[in-house]
Structure formats: structure tokens, C-alpha cells
């Protein structure tokens, strides 16, 4: 006989929690892979020493952008304990990822293989941009969080705009500038893989930095709309409960 307190083997999970989680991990792992190819736009062009062009950005910027969007989402949406929980997941699985390129790498190939070294000159980098990628969002992403939950302690409702935008810009300067000294520049030289003449790496931090803040701006009413509707399925979640 059914207990009648049993939820059905079938029955659907209430809420967009596991969805909004499951994005903010995935989008963090591909850009954590992604950022491992740098990309050059445009001629070289330089102003008085400083390297203008080419703007030097790497692949995760396709994806990084929506892990702040999603961070902006968790803090507002469920409040900062649930995002920082969901901030230690993604690095947690980030370091399993790290720990799993490295130890395949470091197994021997097979013996009609012919990618072992490509193989190690992709992935057998991430390790370097994934502790770049940890530091920079044990500071970046906390800090957005923070930013944002104590601006809506002040405002309330009121001002979402003000504080989506704030929270990326603090967030934002201090997770770039950590993220690119160590995944590319002498912080992290150490770990192998060299890194790139400061006027580039001072071009890449500036680029992105403003990408990062400008794609984030100008999602800004899709950011709106994805926190009013998970708002809204929270709430008939926890009426139906």
C-alpha cells in the first residue's frame, strides 16, 4: 500500500533551484576549458607604448559572462548562502575536472595514438587556468553576491538594475585582474605555460573587463526577466508545497 505522505516516483521537482544550478556549474566548466585558447582581434596598433590593438581576450569569454548573469540570478533570487553553496560546488567539480585531465594525461597512451602531446598541450593546461579561474571566483563571485545582497538590504525591490550592475562591476575588475595575472600573466608562470608581455596582458585585463560589463549590461533586460520568472516559479512552488 502507497504511503500517501510518498511523493510519486514520477513526480516533477518544484522549483528552477536544480536548473539554475545545473547552468551556472556547466557554463563554468566549459569556460574553464575554453579559456585555454587565446584569441587575437585586429592589427597591431599601439598609442605611446600601449598595446591598442590587437584586443587579446581567450575563449571563455563566450560563456563567462552568463556564469555572472546566473550568480546575479542564485543571490537575488535564493539569497547569498545559496550562492555561495552553489559557488563551492562549481569549484569543487572544477578541481575533479582538473584532477581528471591530469591524471589521463599522465597515463600512458595508447601505442596508436598519435594526440598524446596535443592532448596535454590543451587539456594539461587547464589545471593553471582552473586555480586561476578558483582564486579569481572566491573573490569575484562572492564579492558580486555580497555586493548585490546588501544593496537589496538598502532598496529593497526597488533598483535591480543598480545593483545587477554594481555587483558585476566590483565583481567583475577584481575576478579579471586575478584570473588573467595568474592564467596568463607572471603570477602564474610557475605552473608552466609561460606568459604573455605585460602590454598585452594589461590590454587582455582591460578587454575583458569591459566585455564582461558590457554584455552583462546589455542582457541586462533578459537578466530581468529570467529573475522575475524564477521569482514567479518559486513562488507556485512554495504555494503547491
Do not use: H
Amino acid at each position: 500500500m502507497t504511503n500517501p505522505t510518498t511523493p510519486a516516483p514520477d513526480a516533477r521537482p518544484r522549483g528552477l533551484t536544480d536548473v539554475v544550478v545545473a547552468c551556472f556549474v556547466g557554463c563554468l566548466l566549459i569556460a574553464n576549458v575554453a579559456a585555454t585558447k587565446l584569441i587575437e582581434l585586429g592589427p597591431e596598433f599601439s598609442v605611446g607604448g600601449v598595446q591598442v590593438l590587437p584586443l587579446i581576450t581567450d575563449g571563455g569569454a563566450l560563456l563567462f559572462p552568463l556564469t555572472y548573469i546566473l550568480g546575479d540570478v542564485l543571490a537575488e533570487v535564493y539569497g547569498l548562502r545559496r550562492a555561495r553553496r552553489t559557488i563551492v560546488l562549481g569549484f569543487a567539480l572544477s578541481l575533479l575536472m582538473s584532477a581528471t585531465f591530469l591524471v589521463v594525461g599522465a597515463a600512458p597512451p595508447g601505442s596508436d595514438w598519435p594526440l598524446q602531446d596535443a592532448w596535454v598541450s590543451v587539456l594539461g593546461f587547464v589545471p593553471r587556468i582552473v586555480l586561476a579561474s578558483l582564486l579569481a571566483y572566491l573573490v569575484g563571485q562572492l564579492l558580486n553576491a555580497w555586493v548585490l545582497v546588501v544593496i537589496k538590504r538598502r532598496t529593497g525591490e526597488r533598483r535591480l538594475w543598480m545593483r545587477l550592475l554594481a555587483s558585476t562591476v566590483v565583481g567583475e575588475f577584481v575576478d579579471t585582474v586575478i584570473f588573467c595575472t595568474i592564467a596568463f600573466g607572471p603570477l602564474g608562470a610557475w605552473l608552466g605555460g609561460g606568459s604573455i608581455p605585460l602590454p598585452a596582458l594589461l590590454n587582455y585585463i582591460v578587454v575583458g573587463f569591459v566585455y564582461k560589463v558590457a554584455v552583462e549590461a546589455l542582457l541586462l533586460p533578459l537578466t530581468y526577466r529570467v529573475i522575475a520568472g524564477v521569482k514567479r516559479v518559486e513562488a507556485r512552488a512554495a504555494s503547491a508545497g
